[in-house]
């Protein structure tokens, strides 16, 4: 229950005393309040608008104050637990002393900018975000193969490494093409090798030593001149000493 204060002046004392408590109010510094209601505690409560409530009424001292209960101690105010305000909330109003977002921007804020609803933005070269319908922001990280050659270069506005001269490989410390087989020196051959069932290259070639032909010569000669032998004893006959050489008629 709750008493207007002027109401409550005019049923206690009357309209005579109501008209003598206004006048001693002009000559004096305390105000009616002070003279008829100083040791109003432990009796009743106040709100900001006069109105009286009794002792264990709840009540909201004013349209933004937290709900009280009147004590005879005088008001005890507990503030409750209020949801949690949107952080892009362009209105606010208080309801029953919790703060009630009645607009929210179309935006998204996100590392101190703004940006439009659906508008797409890049952090970095290789991470894209999005602004989505519900103003939040999503990100996602372009993830790179692994490239076909062991030089990648980065270029601008590329997020991922490419290979301009193609795949390769190490041989030593030189990069030789794939696809090819290439001469080291004048006993190595090197050329890159692929993994299994991929067009990716082994980073370091595979290598083999060149046949001397000097050596193959001799070797093919020593293979006949033996051939010839056996078959000359073979037949019993008398084998000459070089294999190009020829009788003589």
């Known amino acids: 229950m709750c008493i207007n204060l002027p109401l409550l002046l005019l049923l206690t004392h009357g309209p005579g005393r109501v008209a003598e ?10 105000t009616d309040l002070d003279y008829e209601f100083g040791d109003y505690r432990g009796k009743w409560c106040i709100d900001d608008h006069g109105f009286v409530y009794g002792i264990g009424e709840v009540y909201y001292p004013s349209p933004t104050a937290c709900p009280c209960t009147c004590t005879v101690d005088g008001p005890v105010c507990v503030r409750p637990k209020c949801p949690r305000i949107h952080p892009r909330c362009t209105r606010i109003r208080y309801k029953a002393c919790c703060p009630v977002c009645e607009a929210v921007a179309r935006v998204c804020v996100y590392g101190g900018k ?3 609803l659906l508008e797409e933005f890049r952090l970095s070269r290789c991470e894209r975000c999005r602004c989505e319908a519900n103003r939040e922001v999503y990100c996602s990280i372009s993830d790179c193969p692994a490239p076909h050659c062991v030089n990648p270069t980065y270029e601008p506005n590329h997020c991922c490494p490419i290979c301009k001269t193609g795949p390769n490989c190490f041989a030593g410390n030189r990069v030789i093409p794939a696809g090819e087989r290439v001469n080291i020196d004048e006993q190595t051959v090197c050329y890159c090798t692929y993994r299994d069932g991929t067009w990716h290259t082994h980073p370091y070639a595979t290598c083999e030593q060149r046949e001397n ?23 019993g006959q008398r084998c000459p000493s070089r294999p190009d050489t020829h009788s003589q008629g």
């Open 21 to 30: 408590l206004a006048v001693a109010a002009e000559y004096s510094s305390k």
């Open 114 to 116: 703004v940006y439009r």
């Open 213 to 235: 032909k000097c050596w193959v010569q001799v070797v093919s000669w020593l293979l006949s001149a033996a051939l010839l032998l056996s078959i000359c004893q073979q037949r």
